[in-house]
């Protein structure tokens, strides 16, 4: 392979990744890391972004289960209250009950589980609109992790089986372990999108349930899986997130739904369907977590914050509606 082939290779890479999703999500991110950074220089310090990354693990794994719906042409809007049912099961069985903690995990997922399942059957089998069956379950599920608190905390520090709570106090590689379980699913979930024939069959049921049905595919089946993956994975922020702190709380994944739907948006998942990357939704969180913390650092009001996720999240609506009307016109 002689030098001008080798250059024509590497420009038809360099081409291929500025057109992904994912470089088009991470050229905002630079520019409001590198604009935040020239006014208020100890925004880039390590202890600002290891706080931060820190703290959109959760929101992210809720992001990356919401995307699954999004990715089948649905809406899943109860994935932060599902979280917060996880964890106030895990720590009601663990504190009240005196269960081990292994078996109330099992217990708090299979019961998230069992939400994504009643999900699916009322988007796709009882034909409910997506946005006001997820509704309905954000307020069931929401109203039930009140029905396990009596008044007092649930801390699991208090308990015997407290050691997986003192394994999440720990740091490795200077970072908690929860944050490495992110990456660890996030890259599972990568592979899984992007390299099976499962991964391309969800994609398929997206873009255009039709041709996939007449293709073979079992779109109904794919987009119950959706609403589960996307339960499990919110269960799974939930978990985290209550094993981190030591406490069980039921406010516990308030607010996390719309921002989580934000992260995916803006990392390229159409609300259309039929296109979506978990390390695009990883990026997406990321710019909306940094755009928040670049308000604060500013010195704006952090109601502000707010705002910023409404901005994102219509530019992206924009791009995604742009990238919609061009493929009809193809």
């Given at each position: 392979?002689?030098?001008?082939?080798?250059?024509?290779t590497?420009?038809?890479?360099?081409?291929?990744?500025t057109r992904?999703d994912?470089?088009?999500v991470?050229?905002p991110?630079?520019i409001i890391?590198?604009?935040?950074?020239?006014l208020?220089?100890?925004?880039l310090?390590?202890?600002n972004?290891?706080s931060m990354?820190?703290?959109?693990?959760f929101?992210a794994?809720t992001a990356?289960g919401a995307?699954?719906?999004?990715?089948?042409?649905q809406?899943?809007?109860s994935?932060?209250k599902v979280?917060g049912f996880?964890g106030?099961?895990?720590s009601?069985l663990?504190?009240?009950?005196?269960?081990?903690m292994?078996?109330?995990?099992?217990?708090?997922m299979?019961?998230c589980?069992a939400v994504?399942?009643?999900?699916?059957?009322?988007?796709?089998?009882?034909k409910?609109?997506?946005f006001?069956?997820t509704m309905?379950t954000?307020?069931?599920?929401?109203?039930?992790?009140?029905?396990?608190v009596?008044?007092?905390?649930?801390?699991?520090?208090?308990q015997?089986?407290?050691?997986?709570?003192?394994?999440?106090?720990?740091?490795?590689?200077?970072?908690?372990?929860?944050v490495?379980?992110?990456?660890?699913?996030?890259?599972?979930?990568?592979v899984?999108?992007?390299?099976?024939?499962?991964?391309?069959r969800?994609?398929?049921?997206?873009?255009?349930?039709?041709?996939?049905?007449?293709?073979?595919?079992?779109?109904?089946?794919?987009?119950v899986?959706?609403y589960?993956?996307s339960?499990?994975?919110s269960?799974v922020a939930g978990l985290?997130?209550?094993l981190d702190v030591g406490?069980?709380?039921?406010?516990?994944g308030?607010?996390?739904?719309?921002?989580?739907?934000?992260?995916c948006?803006?990392?390229?998942?159409?609300?259309?369907?039929g296109?979506?990357s978990?390390?695009?939704?990883?990026?997406?969180?990321?710019?909306?977590?940094?755009a928040?913390n670049?308000?604060?650092?500013?010195g704006?009001?952090?109601?502000m914050?707010?705002?910023?996720?409404g901005?994102?999240?219509?530019?992206?609506?924009?791009?995604?509606?742009?990238?919609?009307?061009?493929k009809?016109?193809?």
């Amino acid at each position: 392979m002689n030098e001008q082939t080798i250059q024509k290779t590497q420009t038809g890479a360099l081409r291929r990744l500025t057109r992904t999703d994912e470089f088009g999500v991470l050229i905002p991110l630079i520019i409001i890391v590198a604009v935040t950074t020239v006014l208020r220089p100890a925004f880039l310090s390590v202890g600002n972004f290891s706080s931060m990354f820190t703290q959109l693990t959760f929101i992210a794994l809720t992001a990356l289960g919401a995307s699954f719906p999004l990715m089948v042409g649905q809406v899943d809007i109860s994935t932060g209250k599902v979280a917060g049912f996880a964890g106030i099961i895990m720590s009601s069985l663990v504190v009240d009950h005196g269960m081990d903690m292994f078996p109330a995990i099992v217990i708090a997922m299979a019961a998230c589980l069992a939400v994504g399942v009643l999900n699916g059957v009322l988007v796709v089998y009882w034909k409910i609109p997506d946005f006001v069956a997820t509704m309905g379950t954000l307020y069931m599920v929401g109203g039930a992790r009140y029905l396990f608190v009596k008044g007092y905390q649930f801390s699991l520090a208090t308990q015997e089986s407290h050691k997986l709570v003192d394994v999440f106090d720990g740091r490795y590689f200077g970072m908690p372990i929860y944050v490495w379980i992110m990456v660890a699913i996030f890259a599972i979930v990568f592979v899984i999108i992007k390299k099976t024939l499962w991964g391309r069959r969800l994609l398929a049921v997206g873009d255009n349930r039709e041709v996939a049905i007449l293709s073979g595919i079992h779109a109904d089946k794919m987009r119950v899986q959706a609403y589960i993956i996307s339960a499990a994975l919110s269960a799974v922020a939930g978990l985290l997130l209550t094993l981190d702190v030591g406490v069980g709380l039921p406010e516990t994944g308030d607010g996390w739904e719309f921002r989580a739907i934000a992260g995916c948006v803006v990392g390229g998942v159409s609300l259309a369907g039929g296109k979506g990357s978990p390390l695009g939704v990883l990026i997406g969180i990321s710019l909306v977590f940094v755009a928040e913390n670049a308000i604060i650092f500013l010195g704006c009001p952090a109601t502000m914050k707010v705002a910023v996720q409404g901005l994102l999240m219509a530019a992206a609506v924009l791009c995604d509606l742009y990238r919609q009307k061009r493929k009809v016109a193809a």
